[in-house]
């Protein structure tokens, strides 16, 4: 079992910053892929970005790309999610998730943190 806990959401004004942090305990060295998904009401999951074990490679969807950057800190177990630039279409309900694999597909991952309210004000 993996346990997930982000923080650091909240309101900010367009062109403005913020940093999601995700905190992950368990089993996390089976589960060592990291990726941050964002969902709005009545839309499915979109992926926003990833990351592999020791920071191997990054991805990210192609409306975040220079933005927001995925980081992780193993000693804090934590991975980190910097949005930049903020525009309103950013405001989602932002998702951590521990798989073994690197996808796209929010359905490859079991396991999800409670998620994190982020609203990007016009």
């Known amino acids: 079992q993996v346990q997930l806990l982000e923080s650091g959401g909240g309101l900010v004004q367009a062109g403005g910053s913020l940093r999601l942090s995700c905190a992950a305990s368990g089993r996390i060295f089976n589960n060592p892929f990291m990726v941050w998904f964002r969902q709005t009401p009545g839309k499915e999951r979109e992926f926003v970005a990833g990351?592999?074990?020791?920071?191997?490679?990054?991805s990210y969807a192609d409306s975040v790309k220079g933005r927001f950057s995925i980081s992780r800190e193993y000693a804090k177990n934590t991975v980190y999610l910097q949005m930049n630039s903020l525009k309103p279409e950013d405001t989602a309900v932002y998702y951590c998730?521990?798989?073994?694999?690197?996808?796209?597909?929010?359905?490859?991952?079991?396991?999800w943190g409670q998620g994190t309210q982020v609203t990007v004000s016009s």
């Open positions: 998730a521990a798989g073994s694999v690197l996808t796209s597909t929010h359905r490859t991952y079991d396991y």
């Open positions: 990351i592999a074990p020791n920071a191997a490679y990054t």
